[in-house]
């Protein structure tokens, strides 16, 4: 069996055979004719939503646990679309492995994005001193350089290889753009890039490989705390200890009201940045997915997508091309 194309698949009612990866442990339900099994698969193309609702199929999946399985499925719309498992086994082909399902960001898109935001913070003032002990720190053999390839979330937003750091890139490059408009905040250049770049570092011990670690439940914030108290003494002679401080006010309070609440105005701004950052990304990342003409987000029911490709397009030198609006003197 092949793996199966389940963005193919996607059609109501339509019958596929493949090999799928279930990542993450499913959970189990009580609906009125008893127990239903509710999990994911994960696949290149992101995450698709599947249901199996005899006790005599999903008990394959809870004897087994997270894994790669041959299936024959649905496609079935109730509340959304899900496939609906019709039968599954344990795949036993030596020649597929976890990493022909993860989705990864492209390397040479994170890479762009990196030269892009540490060429503007440069030019904002970081200093020199401060990429070199980021570097050091996010090259730690402990961390076997999974800064660079875990992702930043299991669910939600950059849930893919490379994630974290693509995620924490954005944010720096938001970052350039605040402290062009505040100029007062240039005198914490160097906190704010460095109080970025490990605000989620913990995250490499959270999870792994977009699913929970063996340890996830010690949370990314106080694993980042730990981790970043190898560097304390470093830390302290490049700058004092006040700076050191900061940073673990951020990394502890980067959630806002959903964490610890933040204790210093850097943890306030970073949250702010990290909240604008993983929330336009989440619903971007969302309507990409679903490509429908309306879906549903969080409590806010019904929302439209972006017009994107249904603009009518405008001659050049008409009155009315959009360029006209951003180039009148
Ligand atoms: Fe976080
Ligand atoms: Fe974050």
Redesign the pocket.
């Given at each position: 069996m092949s793996i199966l194309d389940l963005k193919q698949a996607q059609e109501k009612g339509k019958v596929s055979q493949g090999t799928v990866f279930i990542n993450v442990l499913p959970s189990i339900r009580t609906g009125k004719n008893g127990e239903f099994m509710v999990g994911q698969f994960l696949s290149q193309d992101g995450q698709f939503d599947f249901r199996i609702w005899e006790e005599e199929i999903f008990s394959t999946v809870q004897a087994n646990g997270t894994g790669i399985y041959d299936v024959e499925v649905i496609g079935a719309e109730y509340n959304g679309f899900y496939f609906t498992v019709r039968k599954i086994e344990v795949c036993h082909n030596p020649e597929i492995s976890k990493y022909d399902f993860l989705p990864s960001i492209p390397r040479e898109q994170i890479n762009q994005n990196w030269k892009r935001a540490v060429r503007k913070l440069n030019a904002l003032g970081v200093s020199k001193d401060c990429w070199n002990l980021l570097e050091e720190i996010i090259k730690d053999p402990e961390i076997k350089g999974r800064f660079t390839t875990e992702g930043?979330a299991i669910y939600y937003h950059d849930n893919k290889i490379g994630g974290l750091v693509n995620?924490?890139i954005k944010?720096l490059n938001i970052l350039a753009a605040m402290l062009e408009n505040n100029p007062e905040l240039l005198e914490c250049a160097d906190l704010l890039t460095f109080s970025i770049m490990v605000?989620?570092i913990g995250k490499v011990f959270e999870y792994e490989d977009l699913a929970p670690a063996k340890f996830w439940y010690a949370n990314h914030r106080v694993r980042g705390i730990e981790f970043i108290a190898n560097y304390k003494d470093a830390i302290i002679e490049l700058f004092d200890e006040t700076f050191y401080r900061q940073v673990q006010s951020v990394i502890s309070g980067?959630h806002g009201d959903y964490g610890d609440r933040p204790t210093t105005v850097a943890a306030a701004i970073v949250h702010y940045i990290?909240t604008l950052?993983?929330q336009t990304t989440g619903i971007l990342q969302h309507m990409e997915n679903l490509k429908d003409d309306n879906f549903k987000f969080g409590d806010w029911g019904f929302i439209e997508p972006l017009p994107i490709g249904r603009f009518k397009s405008v001659p050049e030198d008409s009155p009315e091309a959009l360029e006209a609006y951003f180039t009148t003197e």
């Amino acid at each position: 069996m092949s793996i199966l194309d389940l963005k193919q698949a996607q059609e109501k009612g339509k019958v596929s055979q493949g090999t799928v990866f279930i990542n993450v442990l499913p959970s189990i339900r009580t609906g009125k004719n008893g127990e239903f099994m509710v999990g994911q698969f994960l696949s290149q193309d992101g995450q698709f939503d599947f249901r199996i609702w005899e006790e005599e199929i999903f008990s394959t999946v809870q004897a087994n646990g997270t894994g790669i399985y041959d299936v024959e499925v649905i496609g079935a719309e109730y509340n959304g679309f899900y496939f609906t498992v019709r039968k599954i086994e344990v795949c036993h082909n030596p020649e597929i492995s976890k990493y022909d399902f993860l989705p990864s960001i492209p390397r040479e898109q994170i890479n762009q994005n990196w030269k892009r935001a540490v060429r503007k913070l440069n030019a904002l003032g970081v200093s020199k001193d401060c990429w070199n002990l980021l570097e050091e720190i996010i090259k730690d053999p402990e961390i076997k350089g999974r800064f660079t390839t875990e992702g930043a979330a299991i669910y939600y937003h950059d849930n893919k290889i490379g994630g974290l750091v693509n995620h924490t890139i954005k944010m720096l490059n938001i970052l350039a753009a605040m402290l062009e408009n505040n100029p007062e905040l240039l005198e914490c250049a160097d906190l704010l890039t460095f109080s970025i770049m490990v605000h989620d570092i913990g995250k490499v011990f959270e999870y792994e490989d977009l699913a929970p670690a063996k340890f996830w439940y010690a949370n990314h914030r106080v694993r980042g705390i730990e981790f970043i108290a190898n560097y304390k003494d470093a830390i302290i002679e490049l700058f004092d200890e006040t700076f050191y401080r900061q940073v673990q006010s951020v990394i502890s309070g980067h959630h806002g009201d959903y964490g610890d609440r933040p204790t210093t105005v850097a943890a306030a701004i970073v949250h702010y940045i990290d909240t604008l950052e993983s929330q336009t990304t989440g619903i971007l990342q969302h309507m990409e997915n679903l490509k429908d003409d309306n879906f549903k987000f969080g409590d806010w029911g019904f929302i439209e997508p972006l017009p994107i490709g249904r603009f009518k397009s405008v001659p050049e030198d008409s009155p009315e091309a959009l360029e006209a609006y951003f180039t009148t003197e």
